[in-house]
Nanobody, 126 residues
Framework: QVQLVESGGGLVQAGGSLRLSCAAS????????MGWFRQAPGKEREFVAA??????????YYADSVKARFTVSRDTAKNMMYLQMNSLKPEDTAVYYC?????????????????WGQGTQVTVSS
């Protein structure tokens, strides 16, 4: 029911930066939280970052592998979520997906999210 569209992916050299965007729409968006996941070929989809949606609570969560390099943020007025990625490494190469949460807890789990975008490719060359 929630429509999500990612953008901003591309090819960058190691050490470079990218900023991903996710636009959300739909009457069933409950405003709990939104998150970013990524999936490399032949591997499981893994949690990257998440952020609570209420204006008064912008709590963020990060996987250990991206902490201190990535920053998740949102603009509630525009229903937009962003992922600023700095100091990119070849192991960050994957398809990145945004997702809208359907509950408040365990946001690192795929099951916490009810809607998914189609993904945007991020490739980091060495």
């Amino acid at each position: 029911q929630v429509q999500l569209v990612e953008s901003g992916g591309g090819l960058v050299q190691a050490g470079g930066s990218l900023r991903l965007s996710c636009a959300a729409s739909g009457r069933t968006f409950s405003g709990y939280a939104m998150g970013w996941f990524r999936q490399a070929p032949g591997k499981e989809r893994e949690f990257v970052a998440a952020i609570k949606w209420p204006v008064s609570e912008a709590t963020t969560y990060y996987a250990d592998s991206v902490k201190a390099r990535f920053t998740v943020s949102r603009d509630t007025a525009k229903n937009m979520m962003y992922l600023q990625m700095n100091s990119l490494k070849p192991e960050d190469t994957a398809v990145y997906y945004c997702a809208a949460a359907r509950r408040w807890w365990s946001l690192e789990q795929v099951g916490a999210y009810g809607s998914w975008g189609q993904g945007t490719q991020v490739t980091v060359s060495s």
